[in-house]
């Protein structure tokens, strides 16, 4: 008898869809099938150890359509495979884990901060508000001088990618469409740098990837250079809504805003970990097995299709102790296992697929709690804060409402 779709159960129950079904089968993986597509899903640190260490598992092919496009898209750093992937993702590790470059992301939030702020006359919706503050920081800290490019254009483009990624139908129809506006900007970009009528200052990211070449020394083409340009931009605007909960956190557990607003930050980065640890990002990730294994009683032929659930191991009681808890005192003796906290992934950053952009969301989120907890005053009126698990990606019903925005002290201090 085949396995029953549950397709369906996957949209109900959301995030907490292979939470529940571990639970009622004692397992640390099922088989089910997705959009009529036969999948194992599992959990743990166990499983993300499987899944992303040695060549088991191969991210071609592993996601729906709708979503690939709307994200990473074909040919783009994380779906490539062996030294291809390794070569194309070093780029990207270049770039995302310099101590200047970073340094320098978390002063353009800053003052992209204040310069928005400085707009705020009433209450505002954080989550609107962070889209277009972190479409400048990001075309500022690749080398675009942001009065050259139409931000209202770009943010909503750029938002609707990571909005529409986890639905199906028409909304996520036309957000593709509307990628295709991103993807001729910049297209139009890269083959402006190229012929000289673009000029970027010759060490910023927009240029190292404009010039960067493959393992046989070929250069990007424009459509594969101009995906991984959006690559570098994307996912810096998804960085707001980690930073929503990490202010919803701070409202809800605001013993800790007044921790850091003491000047006591020793914690900072304790409490940014349990945020991306408690509160739902992405819900799974897909690979598909690349030759036979076995593993906990299951066997994997090649071609199978398998999701690794990453909310379930952020919140798998074997990893975690009292894991529906908010507690970032628990990263104070964290071991650093790689593999129990995957809000963006798992594995290494080096040899595996590990987002290389997690340093730069760790970085963006610290400098957000800073501006929240020390430099910003704000009130949260009366609204509805409730996180909907069925919603992919998720968010508090309201965006988190914020009224009586201003800065609290000098930017200096």
């Not at 690749?142 to 990624?165: F, H, K, Q, S, Y």
């Not at 609204?383 to 988190?400: T, Y």
Request: proline share 6%.
């Amino acid at each position: 008898m085949p396995t029953p779709d549950s397709s369906i159960a996957f949209l109900a129950d959301g995030y907490l869809f292979g939470h529940r079904r571990f639970l009622r089968m004692r397992s640390d993986a099922f088989r089910t099938r997705i959009m009529g597509r036969p999948a194992v899903v599992m959990h743990g640190s166990e499983a993300a150890r499987i899944f992303y260490e040695g060549d088991r598992f191969t991210r071609d092919r592993a996601m729906p359509t709708s979503v690939l496009h709307l994200l990473q898209d074909e040919g783009s750093v994380q779906s490539l495979a062996g030294a291809v992937h390794h070569h194309r993702k070093s780029l990207f590790a270049r770039m995302l884990t310099d101590d200047d470059a970073l340094r320098r992301l978390r002063e353009l939030y800053a003052d992209e901060w204040f310069r928005a702020m400085a707009d705020w006359s009433a209450a505002v919706i954080l989550h609107e508000k962070l889209i277009t503050v972190l479409t400048r920081v990001a075309v500022r800290w690749v080398g675009i001088n942001p009065d050259t490019v139409d931000i209202p254009a770009r943010a909503g483009e750029l938002a609707g990618m990571i909005e529409n990624a986890g639905k199906f139908g028409p909304p996520n129809w036309l957000a593709r469409q509307r990628r295709h506006r991103t993807e001729r900007w910049a297209g139009e970009l890269i083959a402006g740098i190229w012929n000289g009528d673009v000029l970027v200052d010759p060490g910023s990211p927009l240029a190292q990837l404009a010039h960067h070449t493959e393992l046989d020394g070929s250069r990007l083409d424009q459509a594969a250079a101009a995906v991984e340009l959006i690559n570098l931009l994307r996912p810096i605007v998804a960085v707001g809504r980690f930073i929503v909960f990490a202010a919803l956190a701070l409202h809800v557990w605001p013993s800790w805003r007044r921790v850091f607003a003491s000047g006591d930050t020793a914690d900072v980065g304790n409490f940014v970990q349990e945020v991306r640890r408690y509160y739902p990002f992405f819900p799974v990730i897909g690979g598909r097995a690349q030759h036979g294994f076995e593993w906990h009683g299951h066997r994997f032929e090649i071609g199978d299709w398998v999701l690794l659930d990453l909310f379930a191991t952020n919140r798998d009681e074997r990893s975690w102790s009292d894991p529906g808890r908010f507690q970032p005192e628990r990263f104070r003796d964290w071991t650093g296992d790689p593999n129990t906290l995957i809000p963006q992934g798992g594995g290494d950053l080096i040899d595996g697929h590990r987002c290389p952009g997690e340093r730069a969301t760790i970085e963006l989120m610290e400098e957000a709690v800073h501006l929240l907890s020390r430099a910003t005053h704000y009130a949260v009126p009366p609204q509805d804060l409730r996180v909907s698990l069925r919603r992919f990606p998720a968010l508090p019903e309201s965006g988190f409402v914020m009224d009586a925005v201003g800065p609290a002290v000098s930017r200096t201090g």
